[in-house]
C-alpha cells in the first residue's frame, strides 16, 4: 500500500520516527539502525516503509534503506517473528551481519536481540538458511558465500568448533576460516584466525 515516504524527520526516538509529510506526521515504528542513519531532526528524510495490518492494530515500519526492509519482510516471514521481533533482531544486526549470522549457524548473535530467545534464534537460522543471499548485499554477498562453504569442509569445521571453544562467535570464527585455503590443516586455520581474530579486538 505504501512503498515509501518522503519528507520532514520531526520525531527520532529508540524505536519510532515520526516523517512530516504534507502536513501529516506518519509515525514509523524502527530499528536503532535506521534511527542511527537516517539522519537529523529537521532533515529532508525517505523511509521504506511497510505497513503491518493487525484485527486490533495498523502500525508502519520504516527503514533507512531497502536492504533494510528486505531483511526485516524475510524475517516475519520465519513462524513466531512478528513485526516487534523483526525490528528488535534488525537493530542488533544490520542486514549484512545478520546473513552472515544466518549462513553460520550463528543463533547465539540472534538472541542477543530484546525478547528473542533461543528456540526463535535458532528457527530464523533454519527456515532462512536457503534464502539468505537476499538479506546480503555487495561485499557482503561474498562474506555468506566463503561462510557457506565452511561446512563443504571438515577442516574448516573443525578450525570453526575450536575457536567458538575458545571463546568467539560462530559468525566472526567462520568468516575469517571461510576466506582460508581450504587445503590448510586444521592446526593452521586455527593458528591464522586466531591471528586474524586477535587484530579485531
Known amino acids: 500500500m505504501l512503498y515509501n515516504i518522503r519528507g ?16 501529516v506526521g506518519f509515525k514509523c515504528f524502527t530499528t536503532l539502525n535506521t534511527v542511527k542513519n537516517i539522519g ?25 534503506t531497502l536492504d533494510e526492509l528486505n531483511a526485516f519482510k524475510l524475517l516475519i516471514s520465519v513462524s513466531g517473528i512478528g513485526p516487534k521481533a523483526a525490528a528488535a533482531i534488525l537493530s542488533e544486526l544490520a542486514p549484512d551481519r545478520l546473513a552472515v549470522c544466518i549462513a553460520s549457524g550463528d543463533a547465539k548473535a540472534i538472541t542477543r536481540a530484546q ?3 533461543k528456540k526463535t534464534a535458532e528457527r530464523v537460522v533454519l527456515e532462512l538458511k536457503d534464502k539468505m543471499g537476499s538479506i546480503a548485499v555487495g561485499d557482503a554477498s561474498d562474506v555468506v558465500s566463503s561462510v557457506a562453504s565452511v561446512g563443504e569442509s ?47 579486538l
Open 8 to 23: 520532514k524527520l520531526t520525531v527520532s526516538d529508540v524505536n519510532f520516527i515520526v516523517v512530516e509529510c504534507g502536513s
Open 40 to 64: 537529523r531532526t529537521g532533515d529532508e528524510v525517505n523511509v521504506f516503509t511497510y505497513l503491518s495490518v493487525r484485527e486490533d492494530a495498523m502500525d508502519l515500519y520504516g527503514f533507512a
Open 115 to 117: 525478547g528473542v530467545g
Open 154 to 200: 571438515s577442516n574448516s569445521a573443525e578450525a570453526v568448533e575450536a575457536l567458538v571453544a575458545l571463546g568467539y562467535s560462530q559468525s566472526d570464527a567462520a568468516v575469517v576460516v571461510g576466506s582460508m585455503d581450504k587445503s590448510l590443516s586444521v592446526d593452521e586455520m586455527i593458528r591464522n584466525g586466531l591471528k586474524q581474530l586477535a587484530k579485531k
